[in-house]
């Protein structure tokens, strides 16, 4: 139940988060929390930077939204720690929202994250930081060699493919 992963939750700076407007936004360095397209959610902006603090359960999904970007700005810095600092240093945008798919993925088209709801399995894609440091890792991949993933031109198959989700779950 909710109240079981509401207990879980610990509580975290989200470092260089943007101020425009009197507004704290989610965007920083690393990552940007964005809507691509239906179901349209606004991302969640607070007038302080220490009042993004939500329930995992709450409707308007504010706690997915907090809790990619924590991750994926927390994984960038990991990896600018071990000195590698041309791997993906950019900021990403991140849909906590996009249930076109049933999934969540790296489009190599928009260069975004995109996460879905898990319909009765839980938790969301949102919620599941594995989840989030998978995805980034597709778009590390394609930050490094443009197009990884895709289809080998010589052998029609998609050798690469297979590669990028281990290299993801890694």
């Known amino acids: 139940p909710r109240s079981t992963i509401d207990a879980e939750r610990v509580t975290r700076t989200l470092r260089d988060i943007t101020l425009s407007g009197g507004k704290y936004k989610l965007e920083g360095p690393y990552c940007k929390i964005h809507n691509f397209g239906a179901p349209n959610v606004a991302p969640p902006e607070e007038a302080s ?15 997915e939204a907090v809790n ?12 600018q720690s071990l000195g590698i600092t041309n791997a993906n240093n950019r900021q ?13 993925w790296y489009s190599p ?38 197009g990884w993933g895709g289809t080998n031109p010589t052998t029609g198959r998609s050798e690469t493919r297979a590669m990028g989700e281990g290299f993801g779950d890694i």
């Open 68 to 79: 990619i970007y924590y991750h994926v700005d927390t994984l960038q810095r990991y990896v």
């Open 92 to 104: 990403v945008e991140c849909d906590p929202y996009d249930n076109t798919i049933n999934a969540a």
């Open 109 to 146: 088209a928009d260069k975004g994250l995109h996460f879905s709801d898990s319909g009765s399995c839980r938790p969301d894609r949102g919620e599941d930081g594995d989840v989030m440091y998978h995805e980034y890792g597709h778009a590390m991949q394609d930050n490094q060699v443009p």
């Open 49 to 63: 930077a220490n009042a993004f603090n939500y329930s995992s359960g709450e409707a308007n999904r504010r706690f």
